[in-house]
């Protein structure tokens, strides 16, 4: 049951995760229930690279304030930060 689509999201791109490329890491939002393998695994799958290090970091809930006074939450999420080997990239734009 190993759907590389339904653990790898999609890339995250804001301004930290894009200066992370020159040193051939890329950011990636994955599914909460994922570990480093099936990670590591789908990557190599998709985008036809070799992955030597995969971080992970679990995302909190951010609390959020909606119309003055409605307070909620922002959802978690679990992101994945991959390291490829040299000479390997992934065109994300």
Same mark, same amino acid.
């Given at each position: 049951?190993?759907?590389?689509?339904?653990?790898?999201?999609?890339?995250?791109?804001?301004?930290?995760?894009?200066?992370?490329?020159?040193?051939? +890491?890329?950011?990636?939002?994955?599914?909460?229930?994922?570990? =480093?393998?099936?990670? @590591? *695994? /789908? &990557?190599? %799958? #998709?985008?036809?690279?070799?992955?030597?290090?995969?971080?992970?970091?679990?995302?909190?809930?951010? +609390?959020?304030?909606?119309?003055?006074?409605?307070?909620?939450? =922002?959802?978690?999420? @679990? *992101? /994945? &930060?991959? %390291? #490829?080997?040299?000479?390997?990239?992934?065109?994300?734009?």
């Amino acid at each position: 049951m190993f759907d590389p689509y339904k653990i790898i999201k999609h890339p995250i791109v804001t301004e930290k995760a894009t200066n992370l490329t020159k040193e051939n +890491k890329y950011v990636f939002c994955v599914d909460k229930k994922a570990n =480093k393998h099936q990670i @590591k *695994k /789908a &990557i190599e %799958e #998709l985008y036809k690279v070799k992955v030597e290090k995969v971080f992970v970091v679990n995302v909190r809930p951010k +609390k959020r304030r909606y119309r003055f006074y409605i307070e909620g939450f =922002k959802s978690g999420y @679990k *992101k /994945a &930060i991959v %390291e #490829l080997k040299e000479g390997e990239r992934i065109a994300i734009t």
